[in-house]
């Protein structure tokens, strides 16, 4: 809550619009915001390294940037496992600063170089058509995956492997295909919010601490909500219940971090035999 927002890598963290070449013009507050996957205004940057002139029309994504920040692990409790320690028991720790013992969270790491920010997809992923020049809002299963795009705008419902075949590989085709650095979600990105929700609520249990979310629905087509619902909330947590009845979440401007519609998470394949190992 308000209490952490001093600290850069919770307070910091921010809705905005991104074009396709990974420019920032405008924040969530700005006259010139837009949800709906372009600038409905031309927007004006006077200086800085995205100085220029977006015409209205200009296709932006709805992403929430993320400032760079470090971390540390202290274990206190370890167990021994089959395949050698777990951790039963941790202390952990985000700075904004690097500070002896912290290390730069990995999902600000690419290729070497240290990004001073990432950009987190505000929405669930749903399509843009390119051959029509328009955004899929109902989930229609037409996907194109040498051609088409994957977006995070408001008002649609989220991509689906109904009939289509949205297999990860194919999500990050999509992904790819708006430009380059765009990327689905991976390990390291999703690990960076999952540890910030960690340190800020001091639980592992989000949905006691900000909301169930669309989690109690039977996995159907029909049961997926469109997104937006927690536009209102801007860059604040919170849950928002819409016009179906349907509590709908958002951790600081990412919404549905968990429920509605099953996602992929790129960059880690899993072998678990044993579940209680």
Request: proline residues 4%.
């Amino acid at each position: 809550g308000a209490s952490f927002d001093p600290i850069h890598c919770f307070g910091g963290r921010r809705r905005c619009n991104l074009t396709n070449d990974g420019k920032v013009v405008a924040y969530y507050g700005d006259g010139n915001f837009s949800t709906t996957g372009k600038l409905t205004k031309a927007v004006t940057i006077a200086e800085g390294q995205y100085a220029g002139t977006y015409a209205a029309g200009t296709p932006v994504q709805v992403m929430v940037e993320q400032p760079k920040f470090y971390y540390k692990v202290v274990p206190m409790v370890l167990e021994k496992g089959v395949k050698g320690m777990k951790i039963r028991k941790a202390r952990y720790y985000v700075s904004d600063t690097l500070k002896p013992g912290f290390k730069v969270h990995p999902a600000f790491v690419e290729n070497g170089n240290v990004n001073p920010y990432i950009y987190l997809a505000a929405f669930e992923g749903s399509l843009f058509d390119t051959s029509a020049n328009a955004y899929i809002l109902d989930n229609a299963q037409v996907a194109d995956f040498a051609a088409d795009k994957l977006s995070s705008i408001a008002g649609t419902k989220p991509a689906g492997g109904d009939t289509q075949n949205l297999t990860r590989a194919n999500v990050r085709l999509l992904a790819q295909k708006r430009g380059a650095g765009w990327e689905q979600a991976y390990a390291a990105t999703a690990a960076a919010s999952q540890l910030l929700m960690l340190i800020e609520y001091a639980s592992f249990n989000m949905q006691s601490a900000i909301g169930n979310g669309n989690t109690n629905q039977s996995s159907s087509a029909a049961n997926i909500q469109y997104t937006g619902a927690t536009v209102s909330l801007g860059n604040a947590s919170g849950a928002v219940t819409n016009a179906n009845d349907i509590q709908l979440i958002s951790y600081r401007g990412e919404e549905n971090f968990w429920g509605n519609i099953w996602t992929w998470v790129d960059g880690m394949n899993e072998e678990n035999p044993d579940p209680f190992e």
